[in-house]
Nanobody, 128 residues
Framework: QVQLVESGGGSVQAGGSLRLSCAAS???????????MGWFRQAPGKEREGVAV????????YYADSVKGRFTISQDTAKRIVYLQMNSLKPEDTAMYYC??????????????????WGQGTQVTVSS
């Protein structure tokens, strides 16, 4: 069974930075194969929003317009960790952030229903 564990959330002032980590375990291939990993966020009263994705084989990345130029998703293949570096944080970035993994390939990475596995979430709070 694939497990995803997030860490790195916290409270920062606007303009600050945080780095989230997502450690993946329990997959080797077959039905547990992971093709892409993404970060989502959900603020109270709002829908879950796709923030960024990385396709593990080629390293291709995509971002939501709201974070483009400020957030960077990356992977450490050997450690099976995916990172989300968040710079120039704004109060509107405040949300619970979730790591997710999925297969097979999809271009609709921003849709929560395209993912098979989810982490428990880590809170990010940005104050003005």
């Amino acid at each position: 069974q694939v497990q995803l564990v997030e860490s790195g959330g916290g409270s920062v002032q606007a303009g600050g930075s945080l780095r989230l980590s997502c450690a993946a375990s329990g997959y080797t291939g077959g039905s547990n194969y992971i093709y892409y990993m993404g970060w989502f966020r959900q603020a109270p009263g709002k829908e879950r929003e796709g923030v960024a994705v990385i396709y593990l084989r080629g390293g291709t990345t995509y971002y939501a317009d709201s974070v483009k130029g400020r957030f960077t998703i990356s992977q450490d293949t050997a450690k099976r960790i995916v990172y989300l570096q968040m710079n120039s944080l704004k109060p509107e970035d405040t949300a619970m952030y979730y790591c997710a993994a999925g297969w097979p390939y999809t271009s609709r990475w921003y849709r929560p229903e395209e993912y098979n596995y989810w982490g428990q979430g880590t809170q990010v709070t940005v104050s003005s």
